[in-house]
T-cell receptor, first 111, second 111 residues
Framework: GNSVTQMEGPVTLSEEAFLTINCTYT??????LFWYVQYPGEGLQLLLK?????DKGSNKGFEATYRKETTSFHLEKGSVQVSDSAVYFC??????????FGTGTRLTIIP | EAGVVQSPRYKIIEKKQPVAFWCNPI?????LYWYRQNLGQGPELLIR????????DSQLPKDRFSAERLKGVDSTLKIQPAELGDSAVYLC?????????FGPGTRLTVT
């Protein structure tokens, strides 16, 4: 079956530090890959996505590259801010089917 | 445009009681999803609708859970009777092509 494995949290960083949250996947076929973010008290929001191998999704300074050879979609940001504190979910989707999520990584940024 | 609307935002009930959640998707979105998110986990699909037809309900515990989407717009998810293990956040999402938009969720606590 399809599955997503992401870096366990919580992750605590100082402001302006470099961020990497690892995500790997297993899928039958060629999935689309997503990163969702959940801010405290809010619903899930799409952060970025990539629909085919070697695509790079980017938004709000975050980036992730679809690596088919390593079945990975690691999330990176060069300089994090306090406002980036949230829970981040990696997810995959095949066609028009359901999203399959990882367990989430809680990120806390300290001023 | 308005996002996905869910109500109530919070619900506390005693076990064995019934409970219902309501979702109004984004206008024009034919696909509607109900997910359950347990504490510290990623969301898991309960049921997916294409218009008024439930096309994937394989993960819905049908002995106590039911859902409907009359007229292919709003949807209701019901639990009867609720059990302690049903405590979770119930998320509704809708999509028109391949991107899913999530509502804020209903946090259910069963005591």
């Amino acid at each position: 079956g399809n599955s997503v494995t992401q870096m366990e949290g919580p992750v605590t960083l100082s402001e302006e530090a470099f961020l990497t949250i690892n995500c790997t996947y297993t899928a039958t076929g060629y999935p689309s890959l997503f990163w969702y973010v959940q801010y405290p008290g809010e619903g899930l929001q799409l952060l970025l996505k990539a629909t085919k191998a070697d695509d790079k999704g980017s938004n709000k300074g975050f980036e992730a590259t679809y690596r088919k050879e390593t079945t990975s979609f690691h999330l990176e940001k060069g300089s994090v801010q306090v406002s980036d504190s949230a829970v981040y979910f990696c997810a995959l989707k095949l066609g028009n089917e359901k999203l399959t999520f990882g367990t989430g990584t809680r990120l806390t940024i300290i001023p | 445009e308005a996002g996905v609307v869910q109500s109530p935002r919070y619900k506390i009930i005693e076990k064995k009681q019934p409970v219902a959640f309501w979702c109004n998707p984004i206008s024009g979105h034919n696909t509607l999803y109900w997910y359950r998110q347990n504490l510290g986990q990623g969301p898991e699909l309960l049921i997916r609708y294409e218009n008024e037809e439930a096309v994937d309900d394989s993960q819905l515990p049908k002995d106590r859970f039911s859902a409907e989407r009359l007229k292919g717009v709003d949807s209701t998810l019901k639990i009867q009777p609720a059990e302690l293990g049903d405590s979770a956040v119930y998320l509704c999402a809708s999509s028109s092509y391949h991107e899913q938009y999530f509502g804020p969720g209903t946090r259910l606590t069963v005591t």
